[in-house]
């Protein structure tokens, strides 16, 4: 069973022997989302024996809510001494020259409950100051004071050698046993002392919340009586136990976003030569991210909590390798309102479940894309979610009449321009995603999931140039049945500075063999014997202020100089077109990446019988206005069945549109493959 919670829906998917037999789609119980997990796994196996289930895996936003919000632990912070403040000083970069009233993230740790102890190490790894016994008694002292509930410890240099931050943590333990303390050269051994200060305090804010919500979860689940393990998806897109979620909580930041990847790029791999974009659209926001021989590429760093959703800069850097995928505030629940210019406006805030929007009839007042949705004729209001849900159609026209006469619009007008806002802005956004990475777009094919996703995918894809759509079968619970095709894994990263030509390549094979054992060790903690190992470096040419993490397989060659330097310049050649000349590359950081078998589920819906057409109904298109559509019930189609655009194809998770001009297919895998006109 997989569960994932988003901030509208959570999302169930049971499969029996690889293959998906239930599935649901429930409101997410945002005061408590353990109590809307086990509500969703008790109804998902009403008539079946909880017993039965081997493995429970789940994806959370708790983490990330934690950080946004500030509800985490009371959190002290021990550090060399005279860099307390790293925290505030940050990059000493402004990430809006213009802004006269800029602010900046607030630290998770204020400065009262910051400490310096005297010791030093050198960027060689060697001791230059012993750490001093006096001084750290003092600081120890201090915490017990203070009553922190979890302390983070991030000495400089640390990532060469961490023989002092592991005796301050075993002093730690000592004297202030029940508090939880996080050391930075396990949390993130990597150079950057800002970005790895921030990663190792979140990682301290929001253990204690996580443990505690694991381990009741797991309780609860018990009580139902299910006895397999549970595992939570980490933002790479791997699986691990409760017991290392825990104690690196902030690994999980991405780990519902990293499923819907995953989901997408499994559900795309028909051709697995073939580039995706995964294309995720929920309740609450969009998100696109690239997918290459079925592998989604990979970041070694990215924000939380910004104090600009949306602004790069703004936020809480956390130095951890996540999914590389971009977000925007467009969800099916994103408020649509009137912007500056006198046009619609939609997000980044959303009604989220609570109150939802206006067509849900839960007390929210204000339009949203799903509104405009139902309004334009994508959505039916007596089968949403299956016909579980009505949704009001009245409702959703006199919000968005009223929003339209701020501007001149009809109620109809008005919910066009929500539309094609919301389907430009996301266009835009995975344009530029594309462009940075130095990938053209158009050679991508789009993979739509999530609840509001193929209902946008048409708009998004013709915006892009992109000539091809895949639509897989129960593409509202994508990001759950992602988390089913995940394998066991981990990942390690250990910085060792070194111009290319004069890397300690014994030093760094011993590196790279104590993360395999470290990795092999956490594999066999979770029943896992097989193995496969992936080795990256992060290397740049030297003076420069950023890196590219560079695969280089298996294992490093016997004189590995010489392939390291090849696959460099040829990956920044083709990103930046040309190469500086009479400088060195720089290794900064070595990577590996140890995972087990990767599952092979099959979520194909039962092909029917036909004929699939149910009906035809009026709803609106950028292309040729209001007309008709035909309407058609996914559940009744069979393979090789052809839909020609306009028309509307309905299924319980979600809706897809295809525009006029778009031709479908539907595969024996149950994937319906549309041509963009």
Known sequence: MAVDIGGTFTDL??????????????????????RG???GVEGLLADLDAGSVADVV???????NSLIERKGAVTGLITTEGFRDVLESGREQRY??????????????????????????????????PLERDSLADVVAAAQQAEVDAIAVCLLHSYRNPEHELAIRELLEKRLPGVAVTISSEVSPEIGEYQRVSTTVANAFV??????????????????????????MLSTGGLVATETAQRFPVRLLESGPAAGVLGAAFLGAANADRPVMAFDMGGTTAKAAL?????????NEFEAARVYRFTKGSGLPIRLPVIDMIEIGAGGGSIARVGPFGLPKVGPDSAGSDPGPVCYGLGGSHPTVTDADLVLGYLDARYFLGGEMDLDIEAAR?????LGEQMGFSPEETAGAVHRVVNENMASAARMHAIERGRDIREYTLVATGGAGPVHAWGVAKALGIPRIVFPPRAGVASAFGMLTAPISFEFARSLPAILSEVEWAEVREALDGMLADGRRLLDESGVGEAEVEISADIRFQGQGEALRIELGRRLAENPAAPVAESFTKRYRTLYGSMPTNVEPEVLTWRLRISGPRPHPDIAARLGGGPGVKRHRM?????????????YDRYQMSASDEVRGPAVVEERESTIVIGPGGVGVVGENGNLEVEVD
């Open 37 to 39: 997990v086990v509500a």
């Open 291 to 299: 997918v290459e021989s079925g592998n989604p590429l990979i970041a």
């Open 58 to 64: 789940h994806g959370t936003t708790l983490v990330s």
């Open 398 to 402: 006199i919000a968005l009449g009223e």
């Open 207 to 232: 253990l204690p919340v996580v443990s505690q919500y694991l381990g009741s979860l797991e309780h609860s689940l018990e009580e139902i009586g299910i006895r397999g393990p549970l595992r939570i």
């Open 96 to 129: 809006d020259l213009y802004d006269l009233f800029l602010e900046m993230p607030a630290p998770l740790v204020p400065r009262q409950r910051r400490w310096g102890v005297k010791e030093r190490v050198l960027a060689s790894g060697l001791v230059d100051q």
């Open 619 to 631: 709803a609106w298109f950028a292309e040729s206005g209001y007309g008709e559509a035909t309407v």
């Open 13 to 34: 998917v049971l499969t029996e022997r690889g293959r998906v037999v239930a599935t649901d789609k429930i409101l997410t119980t945002t005061d408590d989302p353990a």
